[in-house]
T-cell receptor, first 111, second 112 residues
Framework: GQNIDQPTEMTATEGAIVQINCTYQ??????LFWYQQHAGEAPTFLSY????GLEEKGRFSSFLSRSKGYSYLLLKELQMKDSASYLC????????????FGKGTKLSVKP | SQTIHQWPATLVQPVGSPLSLECTVE??????LYWYRQAAGRGLQLLFY??????ISSEVPQNLSASRPQDRQFILSSKKLLLSDSGFYLC???????????FGPGTRLTVT
């Protein structure tokens, strides 16, 4: 199977740190992606992990554990504009680069 | 720099009518192209992908078809729309050999 599981909704406070978890089935794994999608808009690429460990990009970091089939997206110093859905996706299509997406985690940042 | 265009941005069509959505990519050659649908309360679902002109692969059986008449043009079509075809249709591209996919602005289709 190719299920990807992530929480449906999360709420956090402006200025805080939030961690969004994602679990996936490990068979045929070839990379884990995070995308941000604001309401009514297209997803935008945030990060890609293919090796274990933490990748940091400014306020956003993404972690991967291939043996556990687990990833998380860490958002620091939350801002109101970070309110969006965060989509976890894994590559399963080999050279075609096909992705399967989770249903997304809707993050609401409160003042 | 690369850009991706989709049109129309929104569309309301009656059940049984035909559909044609267009996607074009600028600033890159021989991209991999993808059509996704995002229905309310569901995740992004890959519908079709293409690795070159005239080469289309379908991921799920459905009421839709896709074509790639030119290197940077990808078209999604239907002869007769169903209510269940409503959703947010997104085109994406990828440079072969890289990993990230980049999405166009999308078309919001409502079938009534």
């Amino acid at each position: 199977g190719q299920n990807i599981d992530q929480p449906t909704e999360m709420t956090a406070t402006e200025g805080a740190i939030v961690q969004i978890n994602c679990t996936y089935q490990t068979s045929g794994f070839n990379g884990l992606f995070w995308y941000q999608q604001h309401a009514g808009e297209a997803p935008t690429f945030l990060s890609y992990n293919v090796l274990d460990g933490l990748e940091e990009k400014g306020r956003f970091s993404s972690f991967l554990s291939r043996s556990k089939g687990y990833s998380y997206l860490l958002l620091k110093e939350l801002q109101m504009k970070d309110s969006a859905s965060y989509l976890c996706a894994r590559n399963y299509g080999g050279s075609q680069g096909n992705l399967i997406f989770g249903k997304g985690t809707k993050l609401s940042v409160k003042p | 720099s690369q850009t991706i265009h989709q049109w129309p941005a929104t569309l309301v069509q009656p059940v049984g009518s035909p559909l044609s959505l267009e996607c074009t990519v600028e600033g890159t050659s021989n991209p991999n192209l993808y059509w996704y649908r995002q229905a309310a309360g569901r995740g992004l679902q890959l519908l079709f992908y293409s690795v070159g002109i005239g080469q289309i692969s379908s991921e799920v059986p459905q009421n839709l078809s896709a074509s790639r008449p030119q290197d940077r043009q990808f078209i999604l079509s239907s002869k007769k729309l169903l209510l269940s075809d409503s959703g947010f249709y997104l085109c994406a591209w990828r440079v072969p050999g890289t990993y990230e996919q980049y999405f166009g602005p999308g078309t919001r289709l409502t079938v009534t």
